[in-house]
């Protein structure tokens, strides 16, 4: 597993997995024995992400390339229908789960189609490599640190530059009898594409649509992604009037009306989500009020496995606003943890916090609890009660999970705990 294969490594298929273990989306399509035939042209290899092969008669068109770990059964899958020159490769944008098999599948004369934000993004990316690395690995549970080289200087401009056909707003272009219309439709990232097949009436939208909010923010860490991008993309693409939605991760949908009402529905959740966020800020209401309170109604209600409703709104509210909450005392470089130590020490000492960290468990109030836990944590890091407690808050939030990121950080915060229980405890 390398590192370029990991990084922004982001997104998934809700219904194939085991919602409880998020490292199974890389077993995702490892099944398949031959490649999806969509239709007379169009084939699909299936993992996180999928890879589509157009089929030409002047050479082949691949839309994105999955990881890099799972390109080359990608590749077989596919050539095992047509082996015939690779004419272009089109990448929706430039996440590790799309590009990972652009080397694997260029030849000499291949065109790597991109929109032009694909080369700040890159850029981006490998210029916070080592903090994506960490998110990553942390939020889908792989143990990397064999691969992990001390970071001593910064490279702002370093990636290697994957595409060497960009456009700006539209590319079309034919070939060998088959129509392509590339469109910029940004929604996760600012590169991101969809290819239009007139004759097919296909869009192939890249991540702009898959089974459950998107992921407006990312815990793993990302720049903005901007809700109403993605409600002018879904627009966009509607306006096509599609017969055949070809996502990136995920089966195809087929029928006007289907993808109509299931887009429709998507952009609707979205601009609700947006526009409740925006109202509550203008209203003067508290960030973490609007996370508990905004919700879809039933008439939107388009599933939470990957994205979370309430990240998304705090990602539009500090997209917006950026971090500073209005608190005078937020200003300055000392965080509220350093007075946790002064707390506990006025409760009268550790065990009281713990008591009462108890008592709010008992109650159904796991969150405040493992506040508190951390705050005695803070003051006694290897107190076992301290420890055993905060493993016991998170195994029993993360039995409740359905959502894939928010296991797979509860997963990282029960390995971290077990790992202090195992290694050193000062007092039982
Ligand atoms: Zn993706």
New binding site residues.
Partial sequence: MTLASLVCA??YRPEALDRVDPSLHLKQGTTQVEAQKINDVIYKATGF?NTFMVLTNAGNVIIDTSLAAMAPRHKKLLTAVNDGPIHSIILTHA?G??TGGVELWREADTKVIAQENMVEFLHYQKRLEGVFYRRNSAQFGFDLSSELEPVTKVENFAAKILPNTLFDEALNFSLGGQEFQLLHTPAETYDALTVWMPQHRAAFVG?LFYKSFPNIYTLRGTKPRWALDYVASLDKVLALEPELLLP??GEPIIGQDNIRATLTQYRDAILYVHDQTVLGMNQGKDVHDMMRDIRLPANLEVGEAYGWVSWSVRGIYEGYMGWFDGDPASMYPVSSKSVYADLVSLAGGVDKVIDLARRLIAQDNAIKALHLVDAALEVEPEYRLALELRLQVLESLRKQSSNLNESGWLNHGIAQTKQKLAVRVTRN
Wanted: charged share 45%; glycine share 12%; net charge negative.
């Fill in positions: 982001d997104e992400g996440h789960d799309h991540d990136s991760h």
